[in-house]
């Protein structure tokens, strides 16, 4: 697969996506962000105002309210459509940053460019746009990543690596062969900063410092503890033979924390986002003391778009009073504060 014609096997496939991680139980079975061996120590006296904590945190020049990105997840559908519309009018409202789904379904069908444009809804948010870096190897270039950028006015491009994923999909992509030299490629062309995302397996030391010698502006860990993308596939096997190849790999990948650490030392010059299995503000707090800049959630979001935009409002104050709450308890004024707060390891 992976031709331009595609587009009805893409959005297909996009929908059972939405359905499956909102019906089916599609957590890594075993296998945790690795967060959970972290904690802060607490400091009784923290000498701040509550009120005065600065939860801010500047991104590719804007001015985000709290370190938090709505993760990549959908489009292509009408009900990714409605999904993202809720996503977007919630992060206009409180000031945080948004990515949208893979727009390979967008780029192949152009009638469904709708499903992922959400300027209207969102005219100030930090937005990026996605395809998978795979299609650079499936005839995409640099004219597709322009036109995804384009399409939705993204102030970046995620360019998301889920090589597990295509190798257990049936109609998967495999080639991953010389992809570096293609996303060094789009990396000079495109005028927005691209970054490199996993989808749940995380990044190694290797690869950080691989893609960062490619020229991304930011590196988003996705690591392992939180859907595990091989489940989904899993639930959406045509054949028992595809369910149990996908299934052996359902604890598979670097714990979030592990890769959020690695990256630092793959690409220490880099931006580093987190993702993979935050639960709440504290887990955020944790990865931003680990070396992180902002963090990405996807389940929670989603779950609250499938309801209403006031459900996705509410979750985001929620992790926002959970990250000023923490800074407040271990003294950090400010998130660069916290990048310097150190945590305490359980063995």
């Known amino acids: 697969m992976g031709k331009v014609t595609d587009a009805g096997l893409t959005e297909s496939r996009k929908a059972d996506h939405i359905r499956i991680n909102l019906e089916e139980e599609v957590q890594f079975p075993r296998l945790t962000t690795g967060l959970e061996r972290y904690r802060f120590m607490h400091q009784a006296v923290p000498e701040l105002d509550l009120a005065t904590v600065d939860t801010s945190v500047a991104v590719f020049g804007k001015t985000l309210a709290a370190p938090l990105l709505i993760s990549s997840m959908t489009g292509g559908t009408g009900e990714a459509q409605r999904i993202n519309q809720r996503l977007a009018e919630a992060a206009q409202a409180t000031r945080i940053a948004m990515g949208v789904g893979s727009q390979r379904a ?3 069908n152009p009638t469904l460019a709708a499903t992922y444009q959400v300027r209207d809804r969102a005219p100030n948010v930090l937005l990026f746009a996605n395809l998978g870096a795979v299609q650079l190897n499936y005839g995409y270039g640099v004219d597709q990543c322009r036109r995804a ?3 939705i006015e993204a102030d970046a491009l995620i360019l998301h690596f889920n090589a597990l994923q295509e190798a257990v999909q049936p109609e998967g992509d495999g080639n991953f062969a010389g992809l570096l030299k ?3 490629a789009v990396c000079r062309a ?11 397996w ?3 030391d290797q690869a950080a410092r691989r893609l960062a010698e490619a020229g991304v502006s930011a590196l988003d860990v996705a690591g392992s503890g939180g859907t595990s993308w091989s489940e989904v596939e899993y639930h959406r096997a045509p054949t028992a033979f595809h369910a149990r190849v996908a299934r052996s790999f359902a604890d598979w990948g670097i714990p979030t924390a592990e890769s959020i650490i690695l990256c630092r030392q793959g690409a220490p010059n880099l931006p580093i986002f987190a993702s993979g299995g935050l639960r709440d503000g504290i ?3 944790k990865c931003i003391a680990l070396g992180a800049r902002l963090c990405g959630l996807a389940g929670p979001f989603l779950k609250a778009a499938a309801v209403s935009t006031e459900q996705v409002g509410e ?16 003294g950090a004024g400010d998130i660069s504060a916290l990048q ?6 359980d063995t």
Do not use: N
Request: proline share 6%; charged share 25%; no cysteine.
């Open 315 to 330: 979750v985001i104050r929620e992790l926002s009073a959970q990250v000023r709450i923490a800074m407040f308890a271990v």
């Open 283 to 285: 887990d955020v707090a």
């Open 106 to 108: 967008a780029i192949e």
């Open 340 to 345: 310097e707060t150190p945590l305490v390891k």
């Open 182 to 184: 293609k996303v060094e």
């Open 149 to 151: 950028v384009e399409m």
């Open 190 to 200: 495109l005028p927005v900063p691209v970054i490199a995302k996993e989808v749940g």
């Open 202 to 204: 995380g990044f190694s």
